[in-house]
């Protein structure tokens, strides 16, 4: 931690409503920090969050209490308690870093940050601010370009997976569905794709909500509902430019879906995202829109299914040898582990150095198949 950035603790400001925390956490005031205090506050806790891994960042105003918090592997950990004459001020600052209207705090605004650091490297975090009862909260979500740009084989598929995946990419049309909750690393699995299939002989072209990583030889764009700009605009407007690959962030309504059907049937390979629970309800979901069966069986190639599960961090799990029946007790089936053992970390650590975002709970439906395939990885 940077020494205007309090450690994590394990009280919370619902311990007493009436008085903040005054354990580790202390209260930040202007004169926490030497020059420009609020700026280099902000800066901390952002270049803090990266450091720690975390997705993102939560700034939350309250009656007594200036709460900030990261969500680490999925989880929200509290990570300090500002002083309450901070609020406009922190507020401020992230909004101007955003390029949000300060002057306006009714209504709700996004935006990007793009940050320096001193050793010349670049973060971005998208931004959102709604106004709250005691002052706007601030949300940022760590948009981490190495990560999103990662290798097939980071994503963590077993070989049959992954031939099936890279096949439905190969293909000269089709649509390819990546579904899953917000924050199931949807996002990495696409430009993990995209990435395969960005080559010179390849004209791609993305519209997205907005555009989080730049990808060098792809045309990105990002929707823009104040003129209008839609996924579906974009989308129609793509299938006039020659294009070999289209992308498109997520399919929200029936102009939508019914623009990527057209685009498939014409010779284009689609690669887009929905919020579903698995592959099997995505077709359902397709129907309910208002698409076709018949359009629905002959277009889609491929609708993969995903979640990021937590797993032990990689330098402090060790071995562990645990009874084949306490093994089945925790719900573990015979066919999920090797009897000898299964590994734990370092009792002082969580054991969740990281989220899985390069190793996702898989469930793939392709078109030549009559059933989903599950796989635990």
Do not use: W
Not at 36 to 50: F, G, N, R, Y
Not at 68 to 89: C, E, H, N
Not at 118 to 132: E, M, Q, V
Not at 267 to 289: F, I, K, Q
């Amino acid at each position: 931690m940077s020494d205007v950035t309090p450690s994590i603790h394990a009280h919370s400001i619902r311990d007493n409503p009436h008085q903040a925390p005054s354990a580790t956490p202390v209260m930040l005031s202007l004169n926490a920090v030497d020059n420009d205090p609020v700026v280099k506050l902000v800066h901390s806790l952002l270049i803090d969050a990266v450091r720690l891994g975390a997705s993102d960042l939560h700034f939350e105003p309250y009656e007594h209490a200036y709460r900030v918090r990261f969500r680490i592997d999925g989880v929200l950990k509290q990570m300090a308690i500002l002083a309450l004459q901070l609020i406009p001020q922190v507020s401020a600052r992230l909004k101007i870093m955003a390029q949000m209207d300060i002057s306006e705090r009714r209504l709700p605004q996004d935006g990007r940050i793009t940050l320096k650091t001193a050793d010349n490297n670049t973060l971005n975090y998208r931004a959102s601010a709604l106004l709250t009862l005691f002052g706007e909260k601030i949300v940022l979500r760590v948009i981490d370009a190495a990560e999103s740009l990662s290798g097939i084989d980071d994503l963590g598929l077993e070989p049959d997976q992954k031939q099936t995946f890279l096949k439905a990419l190969h293909q000269p049309q089709g649509i390819v569905l990546i579904t899953g909750p917000t924050g199931s690393g949807k996002t990495l699995s696409l430009y993990t794709g995209l990435g395969l299939l960005n080559t010179d002989s390849t004209n791609i072209s993305t519209v997205e909500d907005p555009v989080e990583i730049t990808l060098t030889g792809i045309n990105q764009v990002s929707v823009n509902p104040k003129i209008g700009l839609s996924f579906d605009t974009a989308l129609k407007s793509f299938l006039r430019q020659d294009p070999d690959v289209v992308m498109v962030g997520e399919i929200r309504d029936l102009e939508t879906a019914d623009t990527a059907i057209r685009a498939a049937q014409t010779g284009h390979l689609v690669l887009s995202t929905l919020h579903t629970n698995s592959a099997a309800e995505t077709l359902t979901r397709l129907h309910h829109m208002g698409i076709a069966s018949f359009n629905i069986a002959t277009t889609i190639s491929l609708v993969v299914a995903q979640r990021l599960a937590r797993r032990l961090c990689k330098h402090c799990k060790k071995r562990a040898d645990f009874p084949k029946l306490s093994l089945l007790q925790m719900g573990f089936l015979e066919t999920d582990f090797k009897p000898s053992a299964i590994s734990q970390s370092d009792p002082n650590q969580s054991g969740l150095g990281q989220s899985m975002p390069k190793q996702p709970l898989v469930e793939q439906l392709d078109s030549s198949s009559t059933a989903s395939r599950s796989s635990g990885l």
